[in-house]
């Protein structure tokens, strides 16, 4: 029950896109952003929070960290890991690989370790953007090189590269047992669900309606505007985020290996987001 435009605009430039979105505002109670590329979507999503009275959201972003995050809280509860001592490897720097790990990261992550398209991010390392040089203290051990050098004694596996074949049986043989394994690029998988089975992962997910677990962003942000609209609320918060991803993971009253997180198309499950948002407000 909220009315929305879908707004196209014929411009890449990332200061017109500002400009343009400044000028329509008023018009608009929200405005969600869509489908631009890191690093210019951080760069916009900062500077309309700045100019704008009125919420900005871009899901690609942070829809994708919240259900990742909701996925975590149940995965880490099945197989008995605490956030605090877990390493997790995120494969993929890009908008929704920044978000997850700052989302991770405040909700209690210490020790996450990012590969980009050149290699692991570390400090010090050349070709990196203000926004990748930003998260590299969570990469506590300085660890460096390759994906599969930093997936050995690993916990958890987050993939937002789009890279299929991103992770071998090997590379999952090489994590710690009970793997949880979350292989989210579409319509390839970094890894084969079967695969990852086959090689020891406990929990596997993905973007994939055709397999269980799948992540969509479509779980969080029709709810997320209806609880910012309902609550009247300026900007979206850390708070917020962290509010409705426990909110999701708290919906699946007993979860399993193959169902940790709401189906897409459960109608209640807007309503739940909704409410935990305006709660947490």
Known sequence: NIDAVPIVLSTQDPDEIIRIVEWIAPTFGGINLEDISAPNCFYIEEQLKQRLDIPVFHDDQHGTAIVVLAWLINALKLTNRDISTTKIVISGAGSAGIAIAKLLAHYGAQHIVMVD?????????????????????????????????????????????????DLTAHDIQQMNDHAIVFALSNPNPEVDPEIARQAGASIIATGRSDYPNQLNNVIVFPG????????????VLDSHKLAAAKALADYVKEPTFDLIIPDPLDLNVANIVADAVKKAW
């Open 224 to 235: 997320m505007f209806r609880g910012i609209l309902d609550a009247g609320i300026p900007q």
């Open 117 to 165: 398209s050149k290699w692991v991010i570390v400090a010090g390392r050349s070709w990196l953007n203000p926004y990748k040089e930003s998260l590299t203290y969570l990469n506590k051990n300085n660890e460096t090189w390759s994906l599969s050098d930093c997936i050995v004694g690993a916990d958890v596996f987050i993939g937002v590269s789009g890279q299929k074949d």
